[in-house]
């Protein structure tokens, strides 16, 4: 969500070489392309909503109110919703730690994925208790279950990786296993966009008028650096596979 939509579109659009549409959702909401496949989706705020800029994971559900119900069951938060919205049904919640995230039932752009080609590389979770998170959205959204279509989730290196059809779309991070949560941590989602080169994507993004909020770090093969937007929209870049 931005506070200007056509300034969000020429930063992003500059950035990552990003192309956008409108959508039947109205014309306060656009879906980028890159290469012609859908990545990602921006929508203005109302200039009333005293709402933070920043990117959200919407996970799509088959029915939007038990979903609400569950979240509600595991004393979370649906700030928003269920509500008609456009084509489909959308609530915006929270985790038991605070970690803002949204559920979409209804019609999914075709081609729509995390974690191939241009579109975001992976999302992040960081939290205080990464295990007792997956169980919360285990639970919630059905992860790591027997229906077709499931996601499934590994524990790798004291942290979870979840996983949908061989490709990581999301990593928890939180303590390590045996340690407690760690207090400082603000839980929160996290997007990551893979890019061609680093260097080139911090120019340009400053050029834009974004900010670097990180120096540049190794991350798997390659490297990556967390950006923020005009508006303060946090992001990662990174050229490597995790």
């Avoid at 909503?49 to 939007?64: G, M």
């Avoid at 595991?74 to 730690?97: H, I």
């Amino acid at each position: 969500m931005a506070r200007d939509l056509g300034a969000a579109e020429t930063f992003y659009g500059g950035v990552f070489g990003w192309e956008f549409r409108s959508t039947r959702l109205g014309e306060e909401f656009s879906v980028a392309l890159s290469d012609g496949a859908p990545v990602a989706g921006i929508g203005a705020l109302a200039p009333r909503l005293a709402v933070a800029v920043a990117w959200t994971p919407y996970f799509a559900v088959e029915d939007a109110d038990v979903t609400a119900a569950r979240i509600r069951e595991r004393s979370a938060t649906v700030a928003v919703g269920p509500l008609r919205f456009g084509t489909g049904r959308a609530a915006l919640a929270s985790d038991r730690e605070g970690a803002v995230f949204g559920i979409w039932e209804g019609e999914v752009i075709p081609d729509w994925s995390v974690g191939k080609g241009g579109a975001p590389a992976w999302l992040e979770l960081r939290t205080r208790n990464a295990f007792d998170a997956a169980i919360f959205y285990a639970e919630v959204l059905d992860w790591a279950g027997e229906r077709p279509g499931c996601c499934q989730v590994s524990y790798e290196d004291d942290h979870v990786v979840l996983s949908h059809g061989g490709i990581t779309v999301a990593r928890l991070f939180g303590g390590a296993v045996e340690a407690a949560p760690d207090p400082q941590v603000r839980p929160r989602w996290h997007v990551h966009f893979r890019v061609l080169d680093v260097d080139e994507t911090v120019e340009t993004a400053l050029r834009l008028g974004g900010t670097t909020m990180s120096s540049v770090q190794p991350s798997g093969n390659g490297r990556r650096v967390t950006l923020r937007d005009p508006d303060g929209g946090l992001f990662t870049v990174a050229d490597s596979v995790e």
